[in-house]
């Protein structure tokens, strides 16, 4: 009965001992485990924060690269981090934004635009998104900081004959 005793013991022993070391290795782990790495910035347009709906890219320079990383802008921050941190490399920067413009009146929505008239302006000019040659370099094992003031007379209109959301196929 005594030996039964100890090998009961030794038993839930090494059971809690293996436990522990499971979740004390789990936790240990990076975060992001294939390699991504978080970036994280400020953008700003002509010196103030970017609004609107905004987001940002990072496309690899490199073809077959799987590293790409995105995410939302919001009040001029974002935070790439988890899933959509990146991995570490060369990248191409693409900043969006875009507001609604009323297509009844031609000049930016408010809150009391009718549901169907809103028409999605660019705000931001194509040099910095889909014509992008903003690089930035992602390091492993390193604070990336990628912050970035758009300089730009753009003045975004509303253009002629435009199609509200409604109305854009997908």
């Known amino acids: 009965m005594l030996r039964d005793r100890n090998i009961h013991r030794q038993f839930i ?6 436990i522990s070391l499971i ?6 782990g990076s975060s992001n485990p294939d390699g991504r790495e978080n ?6 347009l002509n010196g103030k924060p970017l609004t609107g709906m905004s987001g940002i890219l990072f496309s690899p320079i490199e073809e077959g690269s799987d590293g790409l990383g995105q995410g939302q ?20 920067v693409r900043i969006t934004s ?7 009146t031609g000049k930016p929505a408010d809150n009391t635009i009718q549901f169907g008239s809103e028409v999605p302006v660019d705000v931001v000019p194509a040099e910095f ?18 912050n970035y003031d ?5 003045v975004p209109v ?13």
Request: proline content about 4%; some cysteine.
């Open 98 to 104: 875009s507001i609604d413009f009323d297509k009844k």
């Open 129 to 146: 998104n889909r014509e992008s040659k903003i690089e930035f370099e992602v390091v492993a094992n390193k604070d990336n900081v990628f």
């Open 73 to 92: 802008i919001n009040a001029g921050k974002y935070a790439l981090t988890g899933a959509n941190a990146v991995k570490p490399g060369k990248y191409v």
């Open 150 to 154: 758009i300089k730009t007379n753009y």
């Open 39 to 44: 970036v994280s910035g400020i953008i700003t």
């Open 23 to 28: 979740l004390i290795g789990g936790c240990s």
């Open 13 to 18: 022993t090494i059971l809690y001992l293996s």
């Open 158 to 170: 509303m253009p002629a004959n435009p199609k509200t959301k409604e109305e854009i196929e997908l």
